[in-house]
């Protein structure tokens, strides 16, 4: 689950299992300041060009959605 913290110096970190991450935006806004904004995805640092490609990548079907398989239950 995903949890948003502010500090007392007004960064905003959003993180999930002790690592930053973000899929809805920035993971790091310092100072509240969009424009320093920095993204991460599983605590690894992106370029917002880079996180929009990985976020435009990514697939969200679940297992159960997938056409390969075939087994009924």
């Keep these: 689950m995903q ?3 502010r ?6 970190v959003f993180y999930m ?3 930053m ?3 809805d935006g920035p ?5 509240g300041d969009k424009k320093k904004a920095e993204y991460y995805i599983y605590g690894v640092r992106y370029s917002k060009e880079d996180w ?6 990514w697939t969200g079907l679940p297992w159960y959605k997938n056409p390969g398989i ?3 239950f």
């Design 7 to 12: 500090t007392p110096d007004g960064d905003v």
């Design 52 to 57: 929009e490609a990985a976020k435009r990548d």
């Design 27 to 31: 993971a790091f806004i310092p100072k």
């Design 3 to 5: 949890k948003k913290l």
């Design 21 to 23: 991450h973000n899929w």
């Design 17 to 19: 299992e002790g690592k």
């Design 70 to 72: 075939i087994e009924r």
